[in-house]
Structure formats: structure tokens, C-alpha cells
């Protein structure tokens, strides 16, 4: 089994070091409710980082905090600071945060959180309320594909369907192409799991939060003791046991989801014609 470590030295700094919050508005602002780094051994005039890109896109914005030392002290409600997200369409975003040497030249990062989910427009801290992120791009003919980076998986859809964001949350949506969505993601999440974990990683692999969610919702179903298989065989990999354990999740989703349900009642078919 393929391990990859940590050959930077670079700190991981934890969920439990921050804590933030969306805030919906003109413009979307973060708000900053935690953020102490001074346990974690950096420099007070260390410099942090917070650079937000967009799913799908090459777009990023990138904000100077503050000095660990300063930033670690402003507990009080009087000094959270905000960041202000303008000129930016996209509700969903990937956080960044990294603290940077001070007086080095080469910029170097002496600690890093990545892969931090930040979505508008839903309650809860930390932007970390699902799983998939959302984003919007011109995908010519094609009405939505999924992006896979080190830390997310986006939902990216075609920019030229009519809300988009919208279309992709209705109900008759949802039913029809998210077994679909989550079948191509378990498939893909087996697989990435072959290479075991990544010592290099500030939060959970996006593999690992999608096949922690896949045991979940099998805990609920009849597979309480449903475990993620290993599909490989050396170096091979088995995909009809992939298969069939993404497709006894995918039951246990739609079964929760009462999609059935919600197909026939949307669409008023009767009983005897599904």
C-alpha cells in the first residue's frame, strides 16, 4: 500500500484552531469567531493567510490576517475580524489558511489548513455543510460533470442552464441524477483509498469524509456493521465488489431520501404506474 508523508515539516493546523462563519449578504462576508495558532510553536510575527478559491475555476482571493500573535489575542466580540468576499458570485468557496515565515524571502509556510468548505447561504460554522461544493462553468453541450480536487468534490454545472444553483437543489432534480452523483464519487472514493492515508493533509481527504458519509448512512439501514471494503487485489482492483457495496449505499441513500416518494408525488403518478 502507497503512503505518502509530510516531507515539509509543515505544521497541520486543526479544525479545533478555528472556528468561522458564512455570512450572507452584499457583499459575503467570513467572520473569524476563533482563529489561535499560538499553541501550534509558530513565531508571533509569523504572517497568516486566508485565500479562498472558487470550485471548478482559477479564481482566487487572497487576504492578510494578521500576525499569529496578534490574530491569536483578539478573542472579545468588539475585535472578530471579517473578511469581505466582493466581486464574487460563487456561494461556494475553498479556504486555505497558511502562516508565513517571517523575514523570508522564499514565503516559506510554516503551517497549513486546506481544503476548508465554505458555503453561503446555509446555516451552521465553518462552511463545512456538505460534502459537495458547487460551482458553475461553460461545459458546452454537457449539463454537469464532477471535478475532483485534493480536498473537495465539486458539482460543476453547465453556467448556461437558468439558475443553475437552483435547478441542481430542486427535489425532481436531486431524485433523478444524485444516485448517479453519489454512485461515480463511492466508485472513485474506493479506489483513492488504495493509496492510504496522507500524512500531508491539514483536514480529511475528500475520499475519506465521502466513504466516512457512505458507512453512515448504511448504519441506519439494514448493514449496521457495513465496513468499506477492500477492493484491491494487489494492485488490481475488484469492481464488482466495488460495485456492489457502492450499490447497497446508494440503496440505503435513496431509501433515506425517500426518492421514490418524492419522484412519484412531484411528478402526481399513481401507486400501479411506478
Request: aromatic share 8%; charged share 30%; hydrophobic share 40%.
Amino acid at each position: 500500500m502507497k503512503r505518502r508523508v509530510n516531507s515539509t515539516n509543515r505544521v497541520k493546523i486543526k479544525r479545533e484552531c478555528f472556528l468561522l462563519e458564512a455570512v450572507e449578504g452584499e457583499p459575503r462576508k467570513i467572520k473569524i469567531l476563533k482563529l489561535d495558532l499560538l499553541g501550534l510553536g509558530f513565531p508571533e510575527d509569523a504572517q497568516v493567510i486566508f485565500e479562498f478559491s472558487i470550485p471548478g475555476t482559477a479564481r482566487t482571493q487572497r487576504f492578510k490576517i494578521g500576525k499569529v500573535g496578534d490574530v491569536s489575542k483578539k478573542v472579545d466580540d468588539t475585535s472578530k475580524e471579517e473578511i469581505e468576499l466582493r466581486h464574487e458570485q460563487s456561494k461556494s468557496f475553498i479556504l486555505s489558511i497558511k502562516v508565513i515565515a517571517p523575514r523570508d524571502r522564499t514565503r516559506r509556510i510554516l503551517g497549513l489548513a486546506e481544503g476548508i468548505k465554505i458555503q453561503f447561504g446555509k446555516t451552521g460554522k465553518n462552511g463545512s455543510q456538505s460534502l459537495l461544493a458547487f460551482a458553475e462553468k461553460d461545459l458546452g453541450d454537457v449539463l454537469w460533470e464532477l471535478s475532483f480536487d485534493r480536498n473537495v468534490v465539486t458539482l460543476v454545472a453547465n453556467s448556461a442552464v437558468p439558475d443553475a444553483e437552483v435547478f441542481f437543489s430542486l427535489p425532481s432534480t436531486r431524485a433523478l441524477i444524485f444516485p448517479a452523483i453519489l454512485r461515480s464519487i463511492l466508485l472513485r472514493a474506493l479506489y483513492e483509498n488504495h493509496d492510504g492515508e496522507d500524512d500531508d493533509a491539514s483536514v480529511d481527504a475528500w475520499h475519506t469524509q465521502w466513504l466516512n458519509f457512505a458507512k453512515g448512512l448504511c448504519a441506519v439501514e439494514d448493514h449496521p456493521d457495513e465496513e468499506v471494503p477492500e477492493v484491491f487485489n494487489g494492485d488490481t482492483f475488484d469492481f464488482d465488489e466495488a460495485n456492489q457495496w457502492v450499490k447497497t449505499v446508494v440503496e440505503a441513500f435513496c431509501s433515506k431520501c425517500d426518492m421514490r416518494k418524492t419522484f412519484k408525488e412531484i411528478f402526481s403518478i399513481e401507486d400501479d404506474d411506478l
